[in-house]
C-alpha cells in the first residue's frame, strides 16, 4: 500500500470534469434573491447623490443597498483584521460617501433574478464631487516610506539591516552592473467569478438566523471568522463551505466584498441572497502590485560576489500597508559581505494589493537573477558557473541558518544536463532558425517551505471505510488527492476506501491555502491523525483476552492491506472493519492537531529551490518572443505525487512565461483605472503560445521541514522564468529589456 509518491489520479477529477463539483454560485437554494454590485465611476471623491427611484420601481427589485440606508454591522465599530489583511484599516463595503479608488462598490441590488438586478443597477444614478487623486507609482518615488510592521510579517519578515558598506565594495568592485526594473500590476483572473450564496436557514429564539454561507474563497475559516466578527455571530450560526474552488493564486487569500453583501443583504432583508461579481468587477479588489526595483552587483574578476543592493519600491492603498518580500531573496540566493536590500511603499489613491503567485518572490527573482547574467556577461563567465561560483550554504538573511536542504547544485546540472546547455554558444546573437534568432537563458528559484498549525479528524466508519477531513482548500493544486494518498499510506487501506474532505468550516482547523505551506501543513495533520487513530485501534483490538493481539505491543503491529498485522507473523491479522465492530457499532474517530516543533525546525532556513532554462525565438521584424522549450528542475523535498506536482510546476511556467511576454494591467493615470479589465484585453497565454515544457524533480530529502519531507510546490515553478525569459532573448538578440511585460514595442 505505497501511495505516496505514486503519480495517483486526481480523485475529484470526475466531479470536475462532469459539471458534479459545485462552485459557490451553484449551490441552489430554494427562494433566493440575487445581488448585482453598483461599482464607482470615479477615483476619489464623495457621493454627492444616489438616485434609486428608478431601480426601486421595477417590480421584482427587492432592495437597494447603498450607505445611507445599510444595516448598522459590528463592523463599523471595529477595526477587523482577516488573516492575510495587511496592517492598516481594512476597506468596508457601503461604509459612507467617500469613494477611496475606482470601482469601489457603492450600491448592492437585490432582485428577483439575476438578470433584472443587472438592469435594474444600470438605472442607478450616482453623481459624486470629485477630488484629484494620484495613482502612479513612477511618479511619485521620491516620497515612498518604509511599510509599518504588523502581523504580516511573520510570514513576510522585512529585509535585514545592511551589512558592510555596498557603496564603497561597489566602488571598488573591478566589474560591477546596475539596473532598474519596473513591472506593470496584474490581475489574478481565476476561471470562477468570485461569487456568495448565503442560505438564510433557520433563525434561533432570538431571532438570530443559522446561516449557511457558500463562498469563493481559499479558506474557509477565514471567510467565517470574517463573518462572525463584522456581523457579530457566534461560530454556531456561521457555516462556510468551499469544497471546490475555480483557481485562486492568492486572490481567495481575503475576504471579497460580495461576502459582505450577500451577508449583509441576507440578514437585512431574512432572505437567502446570491452575490456574483462580473469579470470587471474582479479587477477591482487586489493585485499584484507594480513596482520599480534597482539593483547594483560587484564582483572580483573571478567572478566572487563582493556587493549586492537590491531596492524595491511598490505601490499601496491609502488604507493598508500591503507588503511583499521583494529583496530578501537576493541576499538568500547569495550570501555577499558588502549588501544593502531595501523595501518601500508609496500610498497611492488603488485598492490594497494583494498576494499573487509567488508574491514579492518572482518579482524581486526576476531583477536579481537578470542582474546576475547581466554580470556573467561582464565576466565572460557561464551564468551557470557564475551561480555555483557564488552558491550559498546558509542564509544571512535568517541569521545566517543553515537550509534544512538544498539540493540547488543538482537542479542546475539535471537542468542543464536535459536542456543540452553545454553546446551553447555564450555569444548573444549566435544562433539563427530561418529569420529567428535563437536564444538561451537560465535562472534560479527560490521560495519558502513553511509550516503552519493545522488539525484534522479521521474517522473509521462501521464498514471500514476511511474519511478524513480538515477546514483546508484545494485551488486546483491536488491537495484532495495527495491527503487522500497520505491517509491509505498512513493507515495502510487501499486508497478506494479512503475519502478526504476539506473546505467547510465545521472542520478541524487549517489555515488558507496559500503560500505553498497546505501540503506541509495539512500533509503533517493528516499523518499525524491518522497515526493516532491507528493507536486507537490497536489499543481496541488487542483488548478482549480472546485477541489474537491481547499480548502484542504497538511497536509488534503493521498496518497494511486494510488490516493491522504482526510484524513477526503476517498471517496473524485483523481487518479494520473487524476491529471497528470492537466498538459497539460505532464509528472510531479521532482528531489531532499538528504543528512544527520549533526547537527542531527552527535552527533552520526552509526553501525550495529551483532552476529554469528557457529557449526562445524572437523574430526582430515583428517584436514576436516565443517560448519553444524550457526545463525547470526543483528540489521541493519529497514528491507526494509527481503527477499532480508536475501540474503545479507546469501551471507555474505557463505563468511565468506569461508574466515575462504578456501580462500587464494598464491603469489610465488620468482616470486612475485599469483599463483593459477583461480577458480581451488582460493578455494571457493560450495553448498556442505554450510549447515544450519539462519538469525535473531532483532527489532531496529533509527530515527537518516537516514529518513528510515534503516542500510546498504551488509557488516555486513561476520564480525563475520571468528571469530566465528575458536572459534568454538577451541571448538571442544582445538586446537587455529591464522591464516586464517583454511586450513588442519593448523588443523592437
Ligand atoms: Mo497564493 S499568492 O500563496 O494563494
Known amino acids: 500500500m505505497t501511495y505516496i509518491g505514486q503519480p495517483v489520479k486526481r480523485v475529484d477529477g470526475y466531479d470536475k470534469v462532469t459539471g458534479k463539483a459545485k462552485y459557490a454560485a451553484e449551490f441552489n437554494v430554494p427562494d433566493l434573491l440575487y445581488g448585482y454590485v453598483v461599482s464607482a465611476g470615479i477615483t476619489k471623491g464623495t457621493i454627492r447623490r444616489i438616485d434609486t427611484g428608478a431601480a426601486l420601481s421595477l417590480s421584482g427589485v427587492v432592495q437597494v443597498f447603498t450607505h445611507e440606508n445599510r444595516p448598522h454591522t459590528a463592523w463599523f465599530d471595529m477595526n477587523y483584521k482577516d488573516l492575510d489583511a495587511p496592517p492598516g484599516s481594512p476597506f468596508r463595503p457601503l461604509h459612507d460617501d467617500q469613494i477611496k479608488y475606482s470601482g469601489q462598490p457603492v450600491a448592492l441590488v437585490v432582485a428577483n433574478t439575476f ?15 470629485e477630488e484629484t487623486f494620484e495613482t502612479d507609482l513612477e511618479a ?17 519578515p522585512p529585509p535585514p539591516k545592511p551589512r558592510g558598506n555596498a557603496d564603497e565594495a561597489l566602488a571598488a568592485a573591478p566589474v560591477s552592473i546596475k539596473a532598474r526594473h519596473v513591472h506593470g500590476a496584474q490581475h489574478h483572473n481565476p476561471m470562477e467569478m468570485f461569487a456568495t450564496t448565503v442560505d438564510y436557514g433557520k433563525e434561533d429564539k432570538d431571532g438570530t438566523p443559522f446561516l449557511t454561507i457558500y463562498d469563493k474563497t481559499q479558506g474557509a475559516l477565514n471567510s467565517q471568522s470574517y463573518v462572525k466578527s463584522v456581523f457579530n455571530l457566534p461560530a454556531s450560526h456561521v457555516r462556510v463551505i468551499s469544497p471546490y474552488v475555480g483557481g485562486g493564486f492568492g486572490s481567495g487569500l481575503r475576504p471579497q466584498y460580495q461576502l459582505f453583501l450577500a451577508v449583509m443583504a441576507a440578514k437585512a432583508l431574512k432572505r437567502s441572497v446570491r452575490v456574483t461579481l462580473t469579470r470587471q468587477q474582479m479587477f477591482t ?16 574578476a573571478d567572478g566572487t560576489l563582493t556587493a549586492l543592493k537590491h531596492s524595491a519600491k511598490a505601490a499601496t492603498s491609502q488604507f493598508e500597508d500591503y507588503t511583499e518580500v521583494v529583496v530578501n531573496w537576493s541576499g538568500m540566493l547569495y550570501d555577499v559581505p558588502d549588501t544593502t536590500l531595501a523595501y518601500e ?7 490594497t494589493p494583494l498576494d499573487m503567485r509567488a508574491p514579492g518572490g518572482v518579482t524581486g527573482d526576476h531583477a536579481i537573477e537578470t542582474a546576475m547574467d547581466a554580470l556573467a556577461y561582464e565576466l565572460g563567465m557561464d551564468p551557470v558557473e557564475l551561480r555555483l561560483k557564488n552558491y550559498s550554504e546558509k542564509n544571512w538573511t535568517e541569521d545566517d541558518k543553515p537550509y534544512s536542504s538544498k539540493e540547488l547544485r543538482a537542479c542546475f546540472q539535471q537542468g542543464a544536463d536535459r536542456f543540452g546547455w553545454s553546446t551553447r554558444n555564450p555569444e548573444p546573437r549566435s544562433t539563427k532558425r530561418g529569420n529567428v534568432l535563437v536564444g538561451w537563458g537560465m535562472a534560479t528559484g527560490i521560495w519558502d517551505a513553511n509550516r503552519l498549525l493545522a488539525r484534522a479528524e479521521a474517522v473509521l466508519t462501521v464498514n471500514g471505510k476511511l474519511r478524513v477531513s480538515s477546514a483546508t482548500a484545494d485551488i486546483g493544486t491536488g491537495t484532495y488527492t495527495i491527503m487522500t494518498q497520505i491517509a491509505a499510506e498512513t493507515m495502510g487501506m487501499p486508497i478506494d476506501d479512503v475519502i478526504f474532505k476539506l473546505g467547510d468550516s465545521d472542520m478541524p482547523w487549517a489555515p488558507f491555502q496559500g503560500g505553498s505551506l497546505t501540503a506541509s501543513t495539512v500533509g503533517s495533520a493528516v499523518k499525524q491523525v491518522c497515526e493516532d487513530l491507528s ?19 504497538w511497536d509488534d503491529v503493521v498496518f497494511a492491506d486494510g488490516h493491522m498485522r504482526l510484524k513477526s507473523d503476517l498471517s496473524v491479522a485483523m481487518s479494520l472493519r473487524d476491529i471497528v465492530a470492537l466498538n459497539g457499532g460505532r464509528a472510531v474517530s479521532e482528531t489531532s ?23 526562445v525565438e524572437v523574430d526582430e521584424d515583428l517584436g514576436t518572443v516565443t517560448v519553444t522549450r524550457a526545463v525547470t528542475a526543483v528540489a521541493g523535498g519529497t514528491i507526494l505525487n509527481p503527477r499532480t506536482a508536475r501540474s503545479q510546476i507546469i501551471g507555474g511556467m505557463v505563468w511565468g512565461i506569461s508574466h515575462a511576454l504578456q501580462e500587464d494591467s494598464k491603469m489610465d493615470h488620468r482616470l486612475g483605472r485599469f483599463m483593459n479589465h477583461n480577458l480581451a484585453e488582460y493578455h494571457v497565454p493560450v495553448n498556442a503560445d505554450i510549447h515544450d515544457l519539462d519538469v525535473i524533480f531532483v532527489e532531496e530529502h529533509d527530515d527537518i521541514v516537516n ?3 515534503a516542500k510546498g510546490l504551488g509557488e516555486i515553478g513561476i520564480v525563475g522564468m520571468p528571469a530566465a ?11 537587455r529589456i529591464y522591464d516586464l511585460p517583454i511586450t513588442i514595442d519593448r523588443v523592437l
Do not use: C, W
Open 115 to 129: 438578470e433584472l438586478a443587472r438592469y435594474a443597477a444600470s438605472l442607478i444614478e450616482v453623481t459624486y464631487d
Open 140 to 156: 511619485h518615488l521620491h516620497e515612498t516610506r518604509e511599510p509599518a510592521s504588523g502581523l504580516a510579517s511573520l510570514l513576510k
Open 285 to 300: 479588489f487586489g493585485h499584484r502590485p507594480n513596482t520599480v526595483q534597482e539593483v547594483e552587483l560587484g564582483a572580483s
Open 345 to 351: 511603499l508609496k500610498p497611492l489613491d488603488i485598492y
Open 535 to 553: 493507536k486507537k485501534l490497536f489499543k481496541l483490538a488487542s483488548k478482549p483476552s480472546s485477541s489474537p493481539f491481547y499480548d502484542a505491543r
Open 593 to 615: 492537531t499538528s504543528m512544527p516543533n520549533p526547537l527542531k525546525s527552527g535552527k533552520y532556513s526552509k526553501h525550495v529551490h529551483s532552476a529554469a532554462f528557457v529557449e
Open 707 to 709: 514529518p513528510l519531507g
Open 725 to 735: 525569459v528575458a536572459n534568454a532573448i538577451f541571448h538571442a538578440t544582445g538586446k
